[in-house]
């Protein structure tokens, strides 16, 4: 009988024992009182990273357990699998949603597909803001300036994530009669206007952590981001109540993808259950952990249904929404990224110019 032997690969072994030399050389987890107020979070009470150490230790404690390591976890690998499967589709629909022409007529070469560049931007903005959004809760305790930059960071690469969901559903999952609607006339501009102005207030909430109550500052973000919601849903939300879902196979998962969204914002704006159970959550279960774990599911969710939505409405999509349209659709994401990143570095400024008011940056 044939032997198989299963020995682990030595590259896994000896990265294991390089792990198990560095992480004791990692300082442990501290307690609410002992980190300055900015990084504190009602009702955990422990498992906070001490503040200020080298960035090694941060990277490092990406194998640590601390307060955060479910957050970077949840996003890191949401990251991994949607970029997977993303390759398979690609690889599936034979390179040709990329612009590459394996096998056609012309042979094989590179051209750009207008009707696929959406699904494509849609794609990388998402897990360009799942990357950011891991590095962010990673790196931030390093410093006050580090935790605003890589805050404001994470924003801009929400609010394009935003747009690009936006556009998407607007291109692939749009019906017929909510076209005519006066909303899908400035849905383009009206949904690139409110991802910028959430980008910007969850920025100010974030930079007026001395001087905002709680309360006003939670409200600050969650308004602007309930408001784009409602819009940047609006085409799917429509097609869910107007059609039969046998009638096409996206809709239930669209349905899905509510379904997990909804509470996960919930968990977002209310820290609930560590308000119940404080300093019971502080490793595993507070709410913004919930909160990452509901949205990466809904996030790839979205992403499989986008992908049935674009098979079938990719070969009427020129003729239905125009060649010159779908570029502007693409110019505009561009914009938008611009001035979220300009929002960004601007809040960074005057972060460290309210830091250096109050000397607390060399
Ligand atoms: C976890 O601890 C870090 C400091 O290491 C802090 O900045 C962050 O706000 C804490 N997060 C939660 C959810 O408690
Ligand atoms: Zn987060």
Not at 46 to 55: A, E, H, K, T
Not at 259 to 287: K, N, R, T
Not at 329 to 358: H, P
């Amino acid at each position: 009988m044939p032997r198989v032997t299963c020995a682990p690969p030595s590259l896994c072994l000896s990265l294991l024992r390089l792990l198990k030399h560095l992480l004791p050389s990692l300082p442990p987890t501290v307690r609410d009182a002992d980190v300055p107020p900015l990084y504190r979070k009602r009702f955990v009470l422990s498992g906070y990273r001490p503040v200020g150490l080298s960035r090694r230790c941060y990277i490092l404690s990406l194998f640590q357990i601390h307060n955060e390591t479910l957050n970077v976890w949840s996003h890191l690998l949401a990251a991994v699998c949607m970029s997977m499967r993303f390759l398979v589709f690609v690889v599936l629909q034979g390179g040709g949603i990329l612009g590459f022409r394996l096998q056609g007529p012309e042979g094989q070469g590179f051209s750009v597909d207008v009707s696929s560049l959406p699904l494509v931007l849609y794609v990388i903005s998402a897990i360009t803001y799942l990357s950011c959004s891991a590095a962010a809760h990673l790196l931030q305790a390093h410093s006050e300036m580090e935790h605003y930059s890589l805050y404001f960071l994470d924003y801009a690469c929400m609010a394009v994530y935003q747009y690009s969901c936006a556009m998407a559903l607007y291109l692939y999952t749009s019906d017929d009669v909510w076209k005519q609607s006066m909303l899908a006339q400035i849905f383009p501009p009206a949904s690139a206007l409110l991802s910028w102005l959430s980008c910007a207030t969850c920025c100010y909430a974030t930079l007026a952590t001395h001087f905002c109550r709680p309360l006003h500052r939670k409200l600050c973000q969650v308004v602007p981001l309930g408001v784009a919601f409602m819009v940047v849903f609006n085409p799917v939300a429509h097609r869910l109540i107007s059609y039969s879902w046998k009638s096409n196979s996206a809709l239930p998962l669209h349905f899905l993808q509510m379904v997990l969204f909804l509470p996960s914002a919930i968990f977002f704006s209310f820290p609930v259950p560590e308000l119940f159970y404080p300093g019971h959550c502080d490793i595993v279960a507070h709410s913004h952990q919930i909160f990452h774990v509901m949205l990466s599911f809904s996030m790839f969710i979205q992403q499989e249904a986008l992908f049935k939505n674009f098979l079938w409405r990719r070969p009427a999509l020129i003729r239905e929404f125009g060649e010159e349209h779908l570029l502007l659709v693409c110019a505009s994401f561009l914009c938008l990224m611009l001035c979220c990143v300009m929002t960004a570095l601007a809040m960074r400024w005057r972060a460290k110019a309210q830091l250096q008011k109050e000397q607390r940056w060399k």
